[in-house]
């Protein structure tokens, strides 16, 4: 993992300072609101519903055992207790109080962590595959890139005040696990035409109010122009992008206005110009940050176990987690486990401080001392043993973080919603909830295979509604919360944006209506192995309106 | 015209707070049933007393919140505004180390 150099510490107890000093002034009535806003903005500070809430970033969804503890000590010194992690890979703070922050700050800062850029119209946070390094269909580590990505995009005084808001991912797998497709802009390592792995680049892909999937301006790009090439692309986007309707701000809404190939062209020509700069990357200045993301040293171990496979064959409910919530790894003898966030005690993504610090350990006791984000609200530890997966799963489902439900019916990505969020119009939290209390049934989840479900309390779809095979948006009519359901999104490398499919149903009718999407599913499908998703573009949606509607 | 109480976020803690006005002395309660509600004229007092708490850097954004009256106080009649003030309707993550966010349990402003 990336380690900070003197530089990056001094410059990030500088910001502290200068944000504690900001934060003494607005609280002195030296800076109004309006002066602080940005400020605060600049270092993930919002006011929310109920109070601030602190968006602390998780740069590429990697954390360390020390800093997943500083974490658990930030929710409970400072917070209620808990965290959040966003479909974004970071974390957020529901509690902190204004005079607090410059603290939690210092206390980020000294595990190399920060919230600069997690909020206002600048580069957020980079994302990426949470298998990066370790996945079996992987064509290369894309952490370095993502690295590199961040430490380009860190305060970068040109793009400090685009138009609005720009999310970068990074992916290197033939899976996409990171929902590239609907970001500003997606990376994807692919093998070139000279046999080098290099870039595929999409730009405009987002959700919100007007979703878009990313288009492929750029089949290859070497990795050495990957930063002049993204400069050239900030560049058009800052130029031309529309700063007067806020609804129209986004680099999709340009792309789209201009036509993608009249984008291209604005882009190539503006690469033209400075691909040859300094922002060049040499094969040492990569080499430089691969070198903090070389492989740990793995044992060369046998992939096989007996009591695992005693296990497998004698307990039934370790047989279904392992099936459900562990992935090959690419090493012989160690698996992939994920820790599910999705159990029916707590809200989607949310995590206490007494679980933070016990994963922390965990980390630290079986996989390297490292824990991932996934965009899907879970948290992955990478480098198990196979011979320590019984030992790992009883001390997971003691902390309620083994729920067999990974990419499966209950395993919900849903917002904060009304609940928490000041721009949202209808909950999502009780809606999952009650979701996951009428279906938890493991044999029923079990039975609908690959399946999701994505809940958002507005319009901003932070809750990727949009690319769920199962989509539901929450909005207020006259008064009332209800949700519109959309059938046959993905945010894979299948990306496609779901459809709506009639009218709104009420709070109350909701979780009625998904049983009958549900049940159309299992009635038409061919055969256990069509997915939900395959299911519905072979049938359409004539039956699922004819069982919902009538 | 319906009955409105002022609402705004505490600067220092960002909490949701709501004004009270008797006999012209100001204060900020966390309970919603406990604020002063008004129209007209009455809702005028309470705009500028809010907006001079907002000039003083007591408080944030404060706007006026319809409320209907039940046997126990003031009670916002939107779900947004009742959610505000009554914290959210699910139960916090549960080792969570704080007491309860109701408007009951939270701290007089």
């Known amino acids: 993992m990336y380690q900070y150099s003197e530089q990056d510490h001094q410059l990030l107890l500088e910001r502290v300072e200068q944000f504690r000093g900001q934060v003494q002034r607005r609280l002195k009535g030296q800076l109004s609101e309006d002066e602080f806003k940005q400020q605060r903005l600049r270092n993930g500070l919002y006011l929310q519903l109920h109070a601030y809430m602190l968006r602390v970033a998780i740069p590429y969804g990697l954390l360390s055992a020390e800093q997943m503890r500083t974490l658990a000590h930030i929710a409970r010194k400072y917070d209620k207790g808990y965290g959040h992690f966003s479909t974004r890979q970071n974390i957020q703070y529901n509690w902190p109080k204004l005079e607090d922050v410059p603290d939690i700050l210092d206390d980020l800062a000294a595990v190399e962590m920060h919230a600069i850029q997690t909020s206002g119209n600048c580069i957020r946070n980079t994302t990426s595959d949470p298998l990066a390094g370790v996945a079996r269909d992987e064509h290369e580590d894309p952490r370095p890139y993502c690295e590199l990505i961040r430490q380009w995009s860190t305060f970068h005084p040109e793009f400090n005040f685009l138009p609005r808001k720009f999310k970068i991912a990074v992916t290197g797998a033939i899976g996409d696990r990171a929902a590239v497709a609907v970001h500003d802009i997606g990376l994807k390592l692919v093998e070139g035409p000279d046999g080098n792995n290099g870039f595929e680049v999409y730009v405009g892909g987002g959700l919100g109010r007007t979703p878009m999937i990313g288009k492929l301006i750029r089949e290859y790009l070497p990795k050495e122009d990957m930063l002049t090439y993204l400069e050239a692309i900030l560049r058009v986007y800052n130029q031309l992008g529309r700063r007067d309707n806020l609804y129209k701000a986004r680099i999709k809404i340009l792309v789209h206005e201009t036509g993608e190939e009249k984008f291209r062209e604005l882009v190539e020509a503006e690469w033209q110009k400075i691909k040859s700069t300094g922002l060049h990357l040499r094969e040492q200045d990569i080499q430089r940050i691969k070198d903090f993301f070389n492989d740990p040293d793995y044992e060369n171990l046998a992939d096989t176990d007996t009591e695992f496979e005693n296990m497998l064959l004698s307990d039934p409910e370790f047989a279904r987690w392992a099936d459900k919530n562990t992935e090959l790894h690419k090493q012989s003898g160690y698996r992939i486990v994920y820790l599910s966030l999705k159990s029916a005690n707590q809200p989607p993504g949310d995590v206490t401080a007494d679980q933070m610090d016990a994963i922390a350990d965990l980390a630290d006791k079986y996989s390297l001392g490292h824990i991932r984000t996934t965009h899907r609200q879970n948290l992955v530890l990478s480098d198990v043993k196979l011979k320590d997966l019984v030992a790992l799963w009883g001390e997971l489902k003691a902390l309620d973080l083994a729920t067999p439900n990974y990419n499966h019916l209950t395993d919900i990505i849903s917002c904060p919603g009304l609940d928490y969020c000041a721009l949202a119009t209808a909950r999502s939290i009780p809606i999952s909830q009650a979701i996951t209390e009428r279906f938890d049934s493991y044999d029923f989840v079990n039975d609908l295979g690959d399946l999701s479900i994505n809940i958002s309390g507005c319009i901003n779809a932070c809750g990727h509604h949009h690319v769920a095979n199962i989509g539901i948006l929450g909005v207020n009519k006259k008064g009332e919360e209800v949700y519109q359901l959309t059938l046959g999104g993905s945010a894979r490398e299948d990306a496609s944006i779901g459809k709506i499919i009639g009218p709104a149903f009420d709070a109350d009718q909701i979780v009625d209506a998904i049983g009958d999407v549900l049940s159309v599913y299992l009635e038409n499908r061919e055969d256990p192995e069509e997915t939900f998703l395959t299911a519905y573009h072979r049938l359409g949606q004539a039956p699922f309106k004819e069982k919902l509607y009538g | ?109």
């Open chain 2, 1 to 109: 015209m319906a009955l409105q109480v002022y609402t705004a976020s505490l600067l220092k803690e960002g909490l949701v707070a709501y004004l009270c006005l008797e006999e012209g002395a100001a204060s900020w309660t966390s309970d919603i049933r406990e604020a002063t509600a008004g129209d007209g004229d009455a809702l005028t007092t309470l705009k500028i007393t809010a907006e001079k708490a907002e000039q003083n850097n007591l408080v944030i954004a404060p706007y006026a919140v319809d409320v209907l009256e039940t046997d126990s106080g003031w009670k916002a009649s939107t779900k947004r505004e009742q959610i505000r003030a009554e914290g959210p309707t699910v139960s916090l993550p549960r080792d969570a180390s704080t007491v309860s966010i109701t408007a009951a349990g939270r701290q007089a402003a």
